[in-house]
């Protein structure tokens, strides 16, 4: 299994990125998938899921009406947009599956919400 984040950077506050996440070593179309985050000195912390065929999804409260997370199982990626970015957005974005009790892991994508 291989997770592979991108799309992360600087950004202003009130802007917008597109976080994605290559999936491989896996049917992913088979598999829920979820975007976590982990800011300096806190827990790392659940952004958002999907459900394996992309027709249920579910937010953080501190996310929810500015992050749409979705999928494209002919490409074998998930997506996290996020819009209305804040100070408080800033973290490392990781990609996450579950697999026969298993976790796995991306190597992560940082986001800074700085002016």
């Known amino acids: 299994v291989q997770l592979v984040e991108s799309g992360g950077g600087l950004v202003q506050p009130g802007g917008s990125l597109r976080l994605s996440c290559a999936a491989s070593?896996?049917?992913?179309?088979?598999?829920?998938m979820s975007w976590y985050r982990q800011a300096p000195g806190s827990e790392r912390e659940l952004v958002a899921a999907?459900?394996?065929?992309?027709?249920?999804?579910n937010y953080a409260e501190s996310v929810k009406g500015r992050f749409t997370i979705s999928r494209d199982n002919a490409l074998n990626t998930v997506y996290l947009r996020m819009n209305s970015l804040k100070s408080e957005d800033t973290a490392v974005y990781y990609c996450?599956?579950?697999?026969?009790?298993?976790?796995?892991w991306g190597q992560g994508t940082q986001v800074t919400v700085s002016s």
């Open positions: 996450y599956v579950r697999r026969f009790a298993r976790d796995y």
């Open positions: 999907i459900t394996s065929a992309g027709g249920g999804t």
């Open positions: 070593g896996f049917t992913f179309s088979s598999y829920a």
